[in-house]
T-cell receptor, first 115, second 110 residues
Framework: NAGVTQTPKFRVLKTGQSMTLLCAQD?????MYWYRQDPGMGLRLIHYSVGEGTTAKGEVPDGYNVSRLKKQNFLLGLESAAPSQTSVYFCASSTGLAASGNEQFFGPGTRLTVL | AQSVTQPDIHITVSEGASLELRCNYS??????LFWYVQSPGQGLQLLLKYFSGDTLVQGIKGFEAEFKRSQSSFNLRKPSVHWSDAAEYFCAVQGGKLIFGQGTELSVKP
């Protein structure tokens, strides 16, 4: 049982390049989330999904797209990377609604630098 | 709107000393409250959570937290800090979505 895994662990991009971050979970969770972590700002929600085939915007969605084609995978895409997207990205998953107090399980993170 | 404030950006304590990390929240109803720990280069690990009932909750690694509704606080405590506790600690409130505080970095002196 690997929990939540993220690929890649590190990546350096040039401005304008695109990339996709992959999150996978083996806990059969319905809900999945993408956060970014920046110094002094905690974690901020980018996008989330409440089930296969669904996605929704979080607090800071601009410049990102997501897809949830399979229940176990949640992809985060950057179509044209900008230096402001330099951050550490965390994926998380949970069994149910945040409002019901369901615990979120986090992946190890992806450190992205955009030059 | 829900929000979380961790007033202390960085705290240094001596090994063996007691620890209290502060967390204040803003939420209209009784929230679900969490403390997570992040070791360097790692993801977040849940230390403890409060949903309802007893306002003093016990977590892993010897941590505990007390929910005080009158003060809108959920402070994290540990009686005796170990060097391995050096990490960043995040308080979070869950109403509609999970909202994190800014984090408190804990350093432990030998």
């Amino acid at each position: 049982n690997a929990g939540v895994t993220q690929t890649p662990k590190f990546r350096v991009l040039k401005t304008g390049q695109s990339m996709t971050l992959l999150c996978a979970q083996d806990m059969n969770h319905e809900y999945m989330y993408w956060y970014r972590q920046d110094p002094g700002m905690g974690l901020r929600l980018i996008h989330y999904s409440v089930g296969e085939g669904t996605t929704a915007k979080g607090e800071v969605p601009d410049g990102y797209n997501v897809s949830r084609l399979k229940k176990q995978n949640f992809l985060l895409g950057l179509e044209s990377a900008a230096p402001s997207q330099t951050s550490v990205y965390f994926c998380a998953s949970s069994t149910g609604l945040a409002a019901s107090g369901n615990e979120q399980f986090f992946g190890p993170g992806t450190r992205l630098t955009v030059l | 709107a829900q929000s979380v404030t961790q007033p202390d950006i960085h705290i240094t304590v001596s090994e063996g000393a007691s620890l209290e990390l502060r967390c204040n929240y803003s939420y209209g109803a009784t929230p679900y409250l969490f403390w997570y720990v992040q070791s360097p280069g790692q993801g977040l690990q849940l230390l403890l959570k409060y949903f309802s009932g007893d306002t003093l909750v016990q977590g892993i690694k010897g941590f505990e937290a007390e929910f005080k509704r009158s003060q809108s606080s959920f402070n994290l405590r540990k009686p005796s800090v170990h060097w391995s506790d050096a990490a960043e600690y995040f308080c979070a409130v869950q109403g509609g979505k999970l909202i994190f505080g800014q984090g408190t970095e804990l350093s432990v002196k030998p």
